[in-house]
Nanobody, 114 residues
Framework: PLAESGGDLVQPGGSLTLSCQASEWRFNLYHIFWIRQVPGKGPLEWVA?????????DYADSVKGRFTTSRVNAKKVIFLQMNNLKSEDTARYYC????????RGQGTQVTVSS
C-alpha cells in the first residue's frame, strides 16, 4: 500500500525529509495522513494531512511552522519536510489513509539526539 522512507538520526535543530511512496494510482484520490508513534509508548499521534491534489494541508500544533507536507501525484509520492527538529519529534513515522493508520507501511524511524 504505502511505504515510508527517509528516517535517520539527526541532531536537534536539524532537518529531514520523509517520503511516502504509494503502490497504486488510487492513492492519488486520498487524503494522506502523517502519523507517528514512539515505539512501545502510547497511541498514534496525528502530525499532518494533505488533501488529494495537495492544495490543502493541516498540521498538529506541535509541528506547525516546522513541518511541511507536499505531494507529486505524477510520481505517487508524498513528502514530509521536517525542519528545526526537536527531541520530542523522535518517533516512528507513518503515512496512511486515515488517522488510525489504514494502509500504512512499516514506517521510518526518526531519532533526534545530540
Amino acid at each position: 500500500p504505502l511505504a515510508e522512507s527517509g528516517g535517520d538520526l539527526v541532531q536537534p535543530g536539524g532537518s529531514l525529509t520523509l517520503s511516502c511512496q504509494a503502490s497504486e494510482w488510487r492513492f492519488n484520490l486520498y487524503h494522506i495522513f502523517w502519523i507517528r508513534q514512539v515505539p512501545g509508548k502510547g497511541p498514534l499521534e496525528w502530525v499532518a494531512t494533505i488533501d488529494s491534489d495537495g492544495s490543502w494541508t493541516d498540521y498538529a500544533d506541535s509541528v506547525k511552522g516546522r513541518f511541511t507536507t507536499s505531494r507529486v501525484n505524477a510520481k505517487k509520492v508524498i513528502f514530509l519536510q521536517m525542519n528545526n527538529l526537536k527531541s520530542e519529534d523522535t518517533a516512528r513515522y507513518y503515512c496512511a489513509t486515515s488517522t488510525d493508520g489504514q494502509n500504512r507501511g512499516q514506517g521510518t524511524q526518526v531519532t533526534v539526539s545530540s
